[in-house]
């Protein structure tokens, strides 16, 4: 799986959006982007992921570039709440076997949000 | 609800008394696996498995065992623990299609 690089950390004011980069420039065509977040220390939650279109839900935006080499997670309208630490994860999500049942993860961003 | 449930949250143990974590997902997903999370490593993989009795080495197996003889249960065994195995533990399912779901944790000690 390709290798993720994430600023360390991140502050955002309450109410105002987050934008969370992350560099994957040695992504592959048929590696995914996706990003989970982990709260104080609870297991990680998936948050969203992305081949190469933009994706929203109810939580959160992607943006991925053209080029596919980098990313921007966008929370809309951050709270406290939302102060954890955000992973990005590139990963193979189509070619079978023991690809689907690892993620690697890095350092992430520790995003605090702040009133 | 779709969900991990991991077993015990806490536990301190001594050295050489062996121990089992347990982990059960209810959403029949194929694919476990067990990471430990320490502070400046991040989570790294210990285990996992594909399926039912198919389990394969993660990154760190050294003094892990686990099985996996249902799909929906799949447990860590510390035959004989070591203080260097102090450390927050975690449990994940996911299938093909879908994102991984995350246990709440066991923070395990070892004396």
């Known amino acids: 799986d390709a290798k993720t690089t994430q600023p360390p950390s991140m502050d955002c004011a309450e109410g105002r959006a987050a934008n969370l980069p992350c560099n994957h420039s040695t992504i592959s065509g048929n590696e995914y982007v996706y990003w989970y977040r982990q709260i104080h220390s609870q297991g990680p939650q998936y948050i969203i992921h992305g081949l190469k279109n933009n994706e929203t839900n109810e939580m959160a935006s992607l943006i991925i570039t053209e080029d596919r080499k980098s990313s921007t997670l966008i929370l809309p309208h951050a709270t406290l709440r939302d102060t954890a630490v955000y992973y990005c994860i590139v990963r193979v999500a189509n070619a079978g076997g023991t690809s689907y049942g690892k993620l690697t993860f890095g350092q992430g961003t520790i995003l605090t949000v702040h009133p | 609800e779709a969900q991990v449930t991991q077993n015990p949250r806490y536990l301190i143990t001594v050295t050489g008394k062996k121990l089992t974590v347990t982990c059960s997902q209810n959403?029949?997903?194929?694919?476990m696996s067990w990471y430990r999370q320490d502070p400046g490593l991040g989570l790294r993989q210990i285990y996992y498995s594909m399926n039912v009795e198919v389990t394969d080495k993660g990154d760190v197996p050294e003094g892990y065992k686990v099985s996996r003889k249902e799909k929906r249960n799949f447990p860590l065994i510390l035959e004989s623990p070591s203080p260097n195995q102090t450390s927050l533990y975690f449990c994940?399912?996911?299938?093909?299609?879908?994102?991984?779901?995350f246990g709440q944790g066991t923070r395990l000690t070892v004396v």
């Open positions: 994940a399912s996911n299938d093909r299609t879908s994102e991984a779901f």
């Open positions: 959403m029949n997903h194929e694919y």
